[in-house]
């Protein structure tokens, strides 16, 4: 089924897509990342080649024009298949690229776009502590001014990625404890900088780039790294807080749509070759039902995904409309998987079946770019509801 307003171009580059994931994610190669939660950089950097990690930068930096239906387009059918690859093909096309475009400074867009565009840079989000999550402004992690230097301490949890990455992009307090919002600053911290520790956590899902805990001990980072450069300095909630928050709930919409999208076509397929009673289980109704039913819910899910990228698309104010997407989809993608589990019984509780991931991947979509339950916060406060 063709997605929401789908331009003749973007339906060519998800048959682009489609090819490459085909030959080089095939399902052996994808279960085998998952177990041994393998980041396939090769692979990586096979969609740099294909010119897909420049889809949010300008030309003048090397990329093809800011395309937010198209990357969610390559999102969609990368996650598809595998998190191992669609998780960080979005730590470099959206995370570097897209954060750097919108509130970087003219000397990092020259230096930085570029490498996202051509090399695949890769950022981790260095937001969440052990004893922060949704409430940024309270972060502890932070940095110190020494000259031209900045000295980080402090830890970061839930880094996705962070042993990949190029930089660490770091929330840090800059100033008092008492201004909560206007002591906040970004720093690019390299994961390999002297002082830097890194702790891998075991999750259920997200496999491949891996999550990690992060620590800073006395990290000197150069002035240059400051997100934004000097000015930007005790200024960063305005640069957490615009554009690209409402972009990263339609990307997170868009890696539910493509797991719950890859559920419904293997419950699709195997209710046709699955035979019980001497006919196949596509014929009772009861699976019918099932399947009409998710097949119903991913049409919504993509409509609401594609119409929320194509507002971004057209600089539009799109707060509410890219909450609601994240809510309704991440939930409604959940609500797919797991009937679709249903259909292939005891076998969608094995490894040898795509199913089994597809799960424990989808499990965690509701909470990934600010939960469901800040996302119905959003909508009533942009809404206008008295509280």
């Given at each position: 089924?063709?997605?929401?307003?789908?331009?003749?171009?973007?339906?060519?580059?998800?048959?682009?897509?489609?090819?490459?994931?085909?030959?080089?994610?095939?399902?052996?190669?994808?279960?085998?990342?998952?177990?041994?939660?393998?980041?396939?950089?090769?692979?990586?950097?096979?969609?740099?080649?294909?010119?897909?990690?420049?889809?949010?930068?300008?030309?003048?930096?090397?990329?093809?024009?800011?395309?937010?239906?198209?990357?969610?387009?390559?999102?969609?059918?990368?996650?598809?298949?595998?998190?191992?690859?669609?998780?960080?093909?979005?730590?470099?096309?959206?995370?570097?690229?897209?954060?750097?475009?919108?509130?970087?400074?003219?000397?990092?867009?020259?230096?930085?776009?570029?490498?996202?565009?051509?090399e695949?840079?890769?950022?981790?989000?260095?937001?969440?502590?052990?004893?922060?999550?949704?409430?940024?402004?309270?972060?502890?992690?932070?940095?110190?001014?020494d000259?031209?230097?900045?000295?980080?301490?402090?830890?970061?949890?839930?880094?996705?990625?962070?042993?990949?990455?190029?930089?660490?992009?770091?929330?840090?307090?800059?100033?008092?404890?008492?201004?909560?919002?206007?002591?906040?600053?970004?720093?690019?911290?390299?994961?390999?900088?002297?002082?830097?520790?890194?702790?891998?956590?075991?999750?259920?899902?997200?496999?491949?780039?891996?999550?990690?805990?992060?620590?800073?001990?006395?990290?000197?980072?150069?002035?240059?790294?400051?997100?934004?450069?000097?000015?930007?300095?005790?200024?960063?909630?305005?640069?957490?807080v615009?554009?690209?928050?409402?972009?990263?709930?339609?990307?997170?919409?868009?890696?539910?749509?493509?797991?719950?999208?890859?559920?419904?076509?293997?419950?699709?397929e195997?209710?046709?070759?699955?035979?019980?009673?001497?006919?196949?289980?596509?014929?009772?109704?009861?699976?019918?039902?099932?399947l009409?039913?998710?097949?119903?819910?991913?049409?919504?899910?993509?409509?609401?995904t594609?119409?929320?990228?194509s507002?971004?698309?057209?600089?539009?104010?799109?707060?509410?409309?890219?909450s609601?997407?994240?809510?309704?989809?991440?939930?409604?993608a959940?609500?797919?998987?797991?009937?679709?589990?249903?259909?292939?019984?005891?076998?969608?509780?094995?490894?040898?079946?795509?199913?089994?991931?597809?799960?424990?991947?989808?499990?965690?979509?509701?909470?990934?770019?600010?939960?469901?339950?800040?996302?119905?916060?959003?909508?009533?406060?942009?809404?206008?509801?008295?509280?």
């Open positions: 089924m063709l997605s929401y307003g789908e331009a003749e171009h973007t339906r060519m580059l998800r048959d682009t897509i489609a090819r490459f994931v085909e030959k080089e994610m095939p399902n052996e190669r994808v279960q085998a990342w998952d177990r041994d939660c393998h980041f396939p950089k090769d692979v990586h950097m096979k969609l740099v080649e294909l010119g897909l990690t420049g889809l949010t930068i300008d030309e003048k930096y090397g990329g093809t024009g800011r395309d937010i239906q198209s990357t969610i387009t390559v999102i969609e059918e990368l996650c598809g298949r595998s998190l191992s690859v669609g998780g960080m093909y979005i730590q470099s096309t959206c995370y570097a690229g897209l954060n750097i475009a919108e509130v970087g400074s003219e000397k990092q867009k020259e230096e930085l776009l570029p490498k996202v565009a051509n695949g840079l890769i950022f981790a989000y260095g937001f969440s502590e052990p004893d922060v999550g949704a409430d940024l402004a309270s972060v502890r992690t932070t940095a110190k001014r000259g031209n230097t900045l000295i980080v301490n402090g830890s970061k949890r839930f880094c996705s990625g962070a042993a990949h990455s190029d930089y660490i992009y770091t929330l840090v307090r800059s100033g008092s404890e008492e201004e909560r919002y206007r002591n906040l600053s970004l720093v690019l911290i390299s994961p390999d900088s002297p002082g830097v520790t890194l702790s891998q956590q075991q999750t259920l899902g997200l496999k491949g780039g891996g999550t990690y805990d992060v620590s800073f001990d006395d990290v000197e980072v150069p002035i240059e790294n400051l997100v934004g450069g000097e000015e930007a300095w005790n200024n960063a909630w305005p640069m957490l615009g554009p690209g928050l409402d972009i990263e709930k339609v990307e997170v919409a868009g890696m539910a749509l493509g797991i719950a999208a890859a559920a419904v076509k293997e419950a699709w195997y209710s046709q070759e699955r035979v019980q009673f001497g006919k196949p289980i596509c014929t009772f109704q009861s699976i019918r039902h099932i009409a039913d998710v097949q119903t819910q991913l049409h919504a899910c993509r409509i609401m594609y119409h929320a990228a507002l971004l698309d057209q600089n539009a104010d799109a707060t509410v409309e890219t609601m997407t994240k809510l309704f989809v991440t939930e409604t959940k609500d797919i998987v797991l009937k679709c589990q249903e259909v292939l019984g005891a076998y969608g509780y094995v490894t040898d079946f795509n199913m089994e991931r597809l799960v424990r991947d989808v499990l965690v979509m509701p909470i990934l770019g600010g939960s469901s339950a800040i996302q119905k916060n959003n909508i009533c406060n942009r809404m206008k509801l008295p509280r």
